[in-house]
C-alpha cells in the first residue's frame, strides 16, 4: 500500500516539463504531448493553411496573453494585465477598480484608447537564411554586421501589408532565427471586471504565493471594421468574428489531468553561468529590493490614508511590488536549490565533453571559463545600471517625467523651422496632464528622501554628479518647493505662451537640472562599460548555447524565452516544497471567506459577495459541493504568461493562468519539476462571478461550455 503511493506521488512529479517549446516546431514535443494525455492533433494546435489553436490566442497590449472565447471576439485576461486599461477609465465618481464594472451590452462597453492586441499569422524558421555567408572564424562584430544585412534583406522581401508585420527574432542565444507574421488590431473594449476585492484579493499579501484565491481576471472585445480587419476606433466598428476560440470545460478537474499554456511569456536565462547567478543571489537583487522596500514603504501608507492617493498610486505600487517579490522569492529558490553548485557541476560537465574532440576542444574549450571570469570581473556594470534604472525609472517620478522634456528644450529652434514645434507641444502637454492625474508630489518626495541614500550607498562614486551627496536634499527641498516643471498650471502655462525666454527658464528649473545631471553622471561613467558588458556576455553566450546543441544534440533543448508566443505543458498537480507540508492542488471559496479581514485592504470583500456566498448559489460550476477559486500545474511559465488559456487535452479553456508560486520563481534560471507550479484562476469561477456577481450572463450565451 504505501510502495504504490510512493510510486504514485514520483511517477506524477516526473511529469512535470521544463520548456516553452515553439509551437512551429511542434513535431519535436508532440509525441512527448502526447504520452503525457494530449488527446490533440498537432495541427490543430498551430497550423497555417486552416484554423488552430494559436487563432485564439492574443498578446495583449504588448506584454500579456488574452484568449478568445466567443465567436463574437470576447476576450479573457488578467484582471492585473487589464489594470492598466481599467484605471485609466476609472475616477472617483466611476471608480471600477473598487466596484468593478459589467457592461450590460454592446453599446456600454468601453472603448480603451491605445490598447491593441497582436495576433500570431506564421512562424517560420529563417536561421539558414539569417546565417548565410557566417563563417566561424568571424569576430562578433563581423558576424553581427552580416545578420543585421541579411535580415534586414529578408525583412524587406517579406514585407507585408497594412497592421500585418513581418519580423525577425533570434532564438537561443543568436543561434536559431524565426520570422513572425503579426496583426495587431487596436480597438479593444473594456466589457467587464469584477472589482480589486475580487480581480485582486490578497493584493500583494498574496501575490506569487499559495494558496490562492484571486479572481484574477477581465473581460474585454476585440472589435474589427465592416470587412472583420483590423481598425482603429470607429463607432461603426463591429465584433470581430475570429477564425477560431476555445470552448470553456466546466467539467471536473483531478490530480493528473494534462494541461497546456499556449502564450507568451516574456524571457527566460536557462545559460547564464554559475557566477552570474551568484551575481543576481548575492548581489545585484539584494540591493534591487532594498531600493524598492524603501519606496513601498512610503506609498503603502499613504495610499491606506487617503483614496485619492490610493487610485493614483495603484497601479504604479503594484507593479514595482511585483518585481521585487518575485525577486525575494527568486533568492529563496536559488538558494534552497543550491543552484550555483548545481550549475559548476554541469559547467564541468561541459567542460569535460569538450576534451573529447580536438575541435570542440578549440572551440568551446575556454567559454565556460571566460563566462565566469567576465561576470567576476565586469558585472559591476551590470550592477551600475541596474541600480541607475532602479532610482531612475522607479524612484522619485519626477526625475524621469522632467527627463522627457529635454527634447523640446535642446531642439527648439530646429522644431521651430521644421514646424514641428507645436506637435511636440501638444505631446507634453498631454504627458503632463497623464503624469499629474497620478502624481502626488508630497508622497514623491519622502520616496526621494528614503531612495536617495541607498542609491548613494550602492553607486560606484564616479556615477554621481559632482556634490550629489552633499546637496541632494537641499536640491529636493527647492525642488519640491520652488520647481516649475512640478506646479501643472505654471506648466501648462508655460508651454501654451513658449518663448525663447521660457526655453531658457525651464533649461535652469532645479528638477530638471537634478534629473540631467543624474542621467550624465550614469552615461558619463558607467553605461558604456554596461553595455560592453552586455555584448560580450552576449558573445559568449552565443558560443557557449551553439557548444550545447553541437556537443548534446540529444539533450532536451529549448530556447528561452522571448516574448513570442509558446507552448508549455505539464499536469495538474499540488506541491510540496517545504519539509513537512504539501500543497493541495486547488483552493475554493471557503478560503476566501476563511481570508476575509475588514480591517486588511488586501482582503476586504464585498457585501454583495459576502450575500452571494452564504445563499451558496454556485450553480452548476461545483465539484463535489465545492467551487473551486484556484490550481495549480506544472508547466513552465514565466511573466508576459500572465492571462494565457490553461488548455485541456482537447482543447478547452480550464482556466487563465495568473502567476507562479513563490518556489518556482527561479525557474527564470533553473527549472525544478518538483517545486515549479504555474497558478492558475479555474474557468468555472470566472465564469460563476460573470454570471452570478456581475449579472452579466448574457456574455455565457456567446460562449461554448462543455459540460
Ligand atoms: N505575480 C503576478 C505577475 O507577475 C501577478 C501580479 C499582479 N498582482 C499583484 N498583486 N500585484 O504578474
Ligand atoms: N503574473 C505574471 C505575468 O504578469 C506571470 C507570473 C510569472 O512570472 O510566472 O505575466
Redesign the pocket.
Known amino acids: 500500500m504505501f510502495l504504490t503511493i510512493a510510486f504514485l506521488i514520483t511517477a506524477i512529479s516526473a511529469r512535470a516539463t521544463e520548456g516553452m517549446w515553439i509551437p512551429s516546431l511542434i513535431s519535436m514535443f508532440y509525441s512527448d504531448m502526447k504520452t503525457n494525455g494530449l488527446k490533440l492533433k498537432a495541427e490543430d494546435i498551430y497550423a497555417t493553411n486552416k484554423s488552430s489553436l494559436k487563432d485564439a490566442i492574443v498578446q495583449f497590449d504588448g506584454g500579456c496573453t488574452a484568449e478568445i472565447v466567443s465567436a463574437e471576439g470576447l476576450l479573457l485576461t488578467?484582471h492585473?494585465c487589464g489594470?492598466d486599461a481599467i484605471q485609466k477609465l476609472s475616477s472617483l465618481e466611476k471608480d471600477y477598480l473598487k466596484n468593478g464594472f459589467w457592461a450590460k451590452n454592446r453599446s456600454e462597453e468601453l472603448q480603451c484608447p491605445g490598447l491593441y492586441v497582436t495576433f500570431v499569422k506564421e512562424i517560420r524558421e529563417v536561421t539558414k537564411e539569417v546565417l548565410a555567408g557566417v563563417k566561424p572564424e568571424m569576430t562578433a562584430a563581423e558576424r553581427n554586421a552580416l545578420i543585421k544585412k541579411n535580415i534586414a534583406e529578408i525583412e524587406k522581401k517579406s514585407a507585408v501589408t497594412g497592421n500585418i508585420k513581418a519580423k525577425i527574432k533570434p532564438f537561443n542565444n543568436n543561434n536559431q532565427y524565426f520570422m513572425l507574421v503579426t496583426e495587431d488590431f487596436n480597438d479593444i473594449r473594456l466589457v467587464g471586471t469584477p472589482p480589486n476585492a475580487i480581480g485582486?484579493f490578497?493584493?500583494?499579501t498574496?501575490?506569487?504565493v499559495w494558496p490562492r484565491h484571486?479572481g484574477?481576471f477581465s473581460v474585454f472585445r476585440i472589435y474589427a471594421n465592416k470587412e472583420n480587419k483590423s481598425s482603429e476606433y470607429s463607432a461603426e466598428n463591429k465584433a470581430f468574428k475570429p477564425d477560431h476560440f476555445l470552448p470553456i470545460s466546466v467539467k471536473p478537474r483531478k490530480e493528473g489531468d494534462f494541461t497546456m499554456v499556449y502564450g507568451f511569456p516574456g524571457r527566460t536565462d536557462q545559460h547564464y553561468c554559475s557566477e552570474k547567478i551568484r551575481f543576481y543571489q548575492d548581489i545585484e537583487r539584494p540591493a534591487r529590493i532594498a531600493m524598492r522596500t524603501a519606496t513601498m514603504d512610503q506609498m503603502k501608507p499613504a495610499m491606506n490614508d487617503n483614496d485619492l492617493v490610493r487610485i493614483k498610486y495603484s497601479a504604479k505600487q503594484?507593479?514595482i511590488?511585483?518585481a521585487w517579490?518575485?525577486w525575494i522569492g527568486q533568492i529563496g529558490g536559488l538558494k534552497a536549490l543550491n543552484a550555483v553548485a548545481k550549475k559548476q557541476q554541469w559547467e564541468t560537465e561541459y567542460a569535460t565533453k569538450t576534451n573529447s574532440d580536438p575541435q570542440w576542444k578549440a572551440r568551446y574549450g575556454n567559454v565556460i571559463n571566460d563566462m565566469n571570469t567576465l561576470t567576476k570581473s565586469a558585472s559591476k556594470y551590470e550592477f551600475g545600471r541596474a541600480m541607475f534604472t532602479e532610482y531612475f525609472y522607479y524612484g522619485p517620478e519626477f526625475i524621469n517625467f522632467c527627463f522627457g522634456f529635454n527634447g523640446l528644450l535642446n531642439n527648439y529652434e530646429k522644431l521651430e523651422k521644421e514646424q514641428k514645434l507645436s506637435k511636440e507641444i501638444d505631446n507634453l502637454k498631454e504627458s503632463a496632464d497623464a503624469f499629474f492625474k497620478d502624481y502626488d508630489a508630497g508622497l514623491d518626495f519622502k520616496i526621494m528622501k528614503v531612495t536617495t541614500p541607498l542609491y548613494i550607498k550602492y553607486c560606484d562614486p564616479k556615477m554621481l554628479p559632482a556634490g550629489f551627496s552633499e546637496n541632494w536634499e537641499k536640491n529636493g527641498e527647492n525642488i519640491f518647493k520652488n520647481s516649475l516643471m512640478l506646479n501643472p498650471e505654471k506648466l501648462k502655462n508655460t508651454l501654451s505662451n513658449l518663448t525663447p525666454e521660457a526655453i531658457e527658464l525651464l533649461k535652469k528649473d532645479p528638477a530638471l537640472v537634478y534629473a540631467n545631471e543624474l542621467y550624465n553622471g550614469y552615461a558619463s561613467s558607467y553605461a558604456q562599460g554596461a553595455s560592453e558588458f552586455a555584448s560580450e556576455e552576449n558573445r559568449l553566450l552565443q558560443l557557449y548555447v551553439e557548444g550545447i546543441l553541437t556537443m548534446f544534440p540529444k539533450k532536451k533543448n529549448w530556447a528561452d524565452a522571448n516574448s513570442t508566443l509558446r507552448i508549455a505543458y505539464g499536469k495538474i498537480e499540488g506541491s510540496a516544497p517545504h519539509d513537512g507540508m504539501s500543497y493541495k492542488h486547488f483552493t475554493t471559496i471557503d478560503g476566501i471567506m476563511q481570508k476575509y479581514d475588514p480591517a486588511n485592504p488586501d482582503f476586504e470583500l464585498t457585501q454583495r459577495f459576502i450575500d452571494l456566498y452564504n445563499k451558496k448559489d454556485y450553480g452548476t460550476y461545483t465539484q463535489d459541493g465545492k467551487l473551486w477559486v484556484c490550481f495549480t500545474a506544472s508547466n513552465h511559465t514565466t511573466?508576459g504568461n500572465?492571462g494565457s488559456p490553461v488548455i485541456d487535452a482537447k482543447g478547452n479553456l480550464l482556466g487563465i493562468n495568473?502567476?507562479?508560486s513563490w518556489e518556482s520563481t527561479m525557474s527564470d534560471f533553473v527549472f525544478d519539476p518538483s517545486r515549479c507550479r504555474n497558478i492558475v484562476v479555474d474557468a468555472r469561477y470566472v465564469l460563476w462571478v460573470i454570471e452570478k456577481y456581475g449579472e452579466a450572463g448574457h456574455l455565457l450565451k456567446e460562449m461554448k461550455l462543455v459540460r
Open positions: 488578467n492585473h489594470y485582486k490578497g493584493g500583494d498574496d501575490n506569487w484571486t484574477d503594484a507593479s511590488a511585483n517579490k518575485k511573466g500572465s495568473f502567476d507562479r
